[in-house]
Every structure is written in C-alpha cells, then in structure tokens.
C-alpha cells in the first residue's frame, strides 16, 4: 500500500515536471523565436498557397508575434496533434480555429478568442438546413473537432462520419457519400463562393462558438503576453484591416 502511495506521488510530481516544460514567456524573448502550430488545410484560416502557409489566423498571430518582437517558427501538423503537443513542449502556441471548449479548457491554456463563428448545416439538398433537419441523415465532419461533437447531441442523426481533414469532409459531400457536411460558417461561405457549381447549400448554424489560440496549460505568463499584444493589434487596426481582406467583415468576438 506504502509502496502504491509513493509511485502515486512519484507520478504526479513526474506530471507536474513535464507540464512545467512548457517555455515560460522569458525564455522565449530570449530566443527570440516563438514555435507556433498550426494545420494548414482550413482556408481561409490556415491554408497553403502552393508552399505559403498562409490565413486569417496565421496573418493574426504573425502580427501579434511581430508585437511581441519575436520571430515565428510555424510548424503544419494533423488538426488532431495540435493540442497535446502543447503539453508535450514541441511548440509554444497552437492556433488552428480550436473552439474553447469546456473539455478542451482541461487540458490547454485558452488566450484571448481571435474570432466568433460557429458550426454551419451544408448539404446538396435544399431541404436539409437545419439541426432538426439531420435527423436520419449520415452527417460529414472532421475528427476531434466541435462539429463532431455538436452533431452527436442532434437527435435521431443516423450516422456521423469522421474526416482526417475538413477538406475530405466536404468532398464527402460533393460526392454525395452523405447528406451534410457540418463546418466553420465562414469556410464554407468561401468554398461556396469559390465553387458555384457546386451546388452546394448553405443552411443554418447549429452552434456558435469562440475560437481562440491556445498554449500549455497553465503557461499564463506566454497567454499575458500574446494577449497584450493581440489587443494592440485590435486597437491600432492591423486586425481589422486583415479581417477585412479575408471576410469584408470584422470578424473579432464583440
Ligand atoms: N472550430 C472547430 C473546432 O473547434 C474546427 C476547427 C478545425 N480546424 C482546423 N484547422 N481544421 O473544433
């Protein structure tokens, strides 16, 4: 019993080491560099153009990072390793259009949400648009994301399938492998835009949510610092004019 107790503790301190590897703000000022993740395939938020990572949210945290005076160091992973590589110290910041979420506010730091959106209802079919209207549907959806988890609580939804990236999902559906595809309002606007012959229907939002960067939990003195600075950039109208450029909207939380 002696012997449990002590491994019980022996592994908490051991827990309590590893989160306290994250980079604390001082030793990134001086490194000079801040090692941000992201997915770079969620246009317009974090896509490539060709071999440009490139988005709203990448523009957004370049200029926070530039306040900061801190060079960026971007690294593309799979959505689903943004997070826990915070955790494990492989980079500072992760900004990939997470919604704050109760779960995920367990495991990751939230920094001030550097927009409001929500999950939005696509289909090929004029007739599904609402949440109520999923029901014996096979919804499209990405894995690990709101959208999964918003679709499993719609009643009487007949099947959800899951999707590496946002953008299989959505072939899911052009290909008419299911009847809805459950994404970010303001993506797919713009695959709408960009695709007119699509067909593609854009129906109501299912739920609204606050996306927000995200660090290791607990690094608050890293979420102080990128917040004063991305409230500079709310002020001075360099977020403004990059909302504008992407949505002809200001997209920030109000
Ligand atoms: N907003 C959704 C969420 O919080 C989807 C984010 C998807 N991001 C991405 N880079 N694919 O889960």
Redesign the pocket.
């Known amino acids: 019993m002696k012997i449990l107790k002590t491994m019980a503790t022996a592994a908490v301190a051991l827990c309590a080491a590893f989160s306290a590897q994250a980079r604390p703000i001082d030793a990134i000022q001086k490194d000079g560099k801040i090692i941000i993740a992201?997915?770079?395939?969620?246009a317009p938020?974090?896509y490539f153009n060709g071999t440009q990572l490139t988005g709203f949210e990448v523009e957004v945290a370049n200029l926070v990072a530039k306040k900061m005076n801190l060079k960026v160091e971007w690294k593309t992973l799979g959505?689903d390793a943004?997070l826990t590589g915070l955790a494990q110290d492989r980079w500072d910041v992760a900004i990939?259009?997470?919604?704050v979420?109760e779960e995920?506010s367990k495991a990751v730091t939230f920094a001030t949400p550097h927009y409001c959106?929500g999950?939005m209802v696509i289909s090929m079919d004029p007739a599904i648009r609402a949440g109520k209207d999923l029901a014996g549907k096979v919804v499209a959806v990405?894995t690990?994301?709101?959208?999964?988890?918003n679709v499993k609580k719609v009643p009487g939804v007949k099947d959800v399938k899951n999707f590496p990236?946002?953008v299989d999902a959505r072939s899911a559906l052009t290909s008419k492998r299911v009847d809805a595809w459950v994404?970010?309002k303001f993506v797919a606007k713009e695959v709408a835009a960009k695709n007119p012959k699509a067909g593609l229907k854009l129906g109501d939002m299912l739920f609204i949510?606050k996306?927000a960067p995200a660090v290791a939990k607990g690094n608050t003195g890293l979420a102080d610092a990128w917040n004063k600075a991305f409230a500079e950039i709310l002020a001075d109208g360099s977020y403004a004019a990059v909302s504008k450029k992407y949505f002809n909207e200001d997209v920030r939380c109000t």
């Not at 990939?96 to 919604?99: E, I, L, M, P, V």
């Not at 690990?144 to 988890?149: A, F, I, K, M």
């Open positions: 992201t997915e770079g395939q969620f938020f974090n959505f943004l990939a259009s997470h919604g979420t995920r959106s999950g990405q690990g994301t709101s959208y999964l988890e990236t946002d994404t970010d949510e996306i």
